[in-house]
């Protein structure tokens, strides 16, 4: 077997680079629109009060408002540093799945965990920052965990491990 | 930037004294303290991004140029997306400027400046870059 390094399928390399293009837009978005997505966020919770354990003293809401408008900011940084990281992680663990992973199969089912994987674990931050002024922080993050966080970042996992296990199968065999 | 952050601070300090007019630095000292501290803050805060973005644009610079090398067939589209993306990481940059601006200029004049001369068109050139290399890597795929 040839030392070259081999190429990923041309889609996953796609999914990855469109991944970096969403993160690099995110947090142009983030700087150039915080007034605006601050202003949305914050109108959205005044107006489901209930959710927040909002009270009517302005002194109470407004600490409530600004623990919630933290975690919303937070959840928008995590989404720009996780996309540009798991676009580079799906680019290189895709590279190792293609060129060290014989059967095609095994590398096909390899390369779709790797990819989905590491797409849709950031979208989580998204989701997580659009939920809490709707749902609150920790309804929101149970939301995002149970719906993205969880399946996607099991399925990186699972590959990763798997494609440890791979590397040190090939480093017996040596 | 730990090892040093006793000098750094010291330093940003001193730096606001020298440009006492551009932070509004009144002499009442309860609000001077709050504007020094901001002044601070957002210095090492430019450090601190300089030092994120400089490792993540790094390697982002590595691993697409890879890819452009390797999956883009066209010569001009490839020095093209090649050139977009080597403007683009020199983006960390930026918050060298932006951490010194905001000491010198004022905080908020600082920071603008920053962000409408260095940060925006570099970030832009590897917005560009990644999304050239978006597209030609969906037009090849098409023509495959």
Known sequence: ?174 | MSQGKAGTERWAAARVAANAAAHGVSGSAEYDDEVRARAVYSAEAGLSFFHTHAEGLGLILFFTSTVVASAVPWRRARALLWGLLGLGSLFPLGYLVYGVAALELGRDTGIALAETWILTPLGSATLAGVLGLAVALAARRRRA
Request: aromatic share 10%; hydrophobic share 55%.
């Open chain 1, 1 to 174: 077997m040839s030392d070259a390094w081999r190429l990923p399928p041309l889609a996953a390399v796609l999914v990855a680079v469109v991944l970096i293009v969403c993160a690099e837009a995110g947090g142009a978005s983030m700087v150039r629109f915080r007034v605006e997505l601050t202003r949305w966020a914050r109108g959205v919770m005044l107006a489901h009060p209930e959710v927040h354990g909002l009270v009517g003293v302005r002194d109470v809401d407004e600490r409530i408002l600004d623990e919630a408008l933290v975690k919303f900011d937070a959840g928008l940084r995590l989404f720009h540093l996780h996309a540009e990281g798991m676009g580079l992680v799906i680019l290189a663990t895709t590279a190792v799945a293609a060129t060290l992973a014989r059967g095609r199969r095994v590398r096909g089912v390899m390369i779709v965990l790797l990819t989905a994987g590491g797409a849709g674990y950031p979208l989580g931050y998204l989701l997580w920052s659009w939920l809490i002024p709707y749902h609150g922080i920790e309804r929101g993050k149970s939301i995002a965990e149970w719906f993205v966080w969880m399946p996607f970042g099991g399925a990186t996992i699972v590959a990763l491990w798997w494609l440890a296990g791979l590397v040190v199968l090939r480093l017996a065999r040596r």
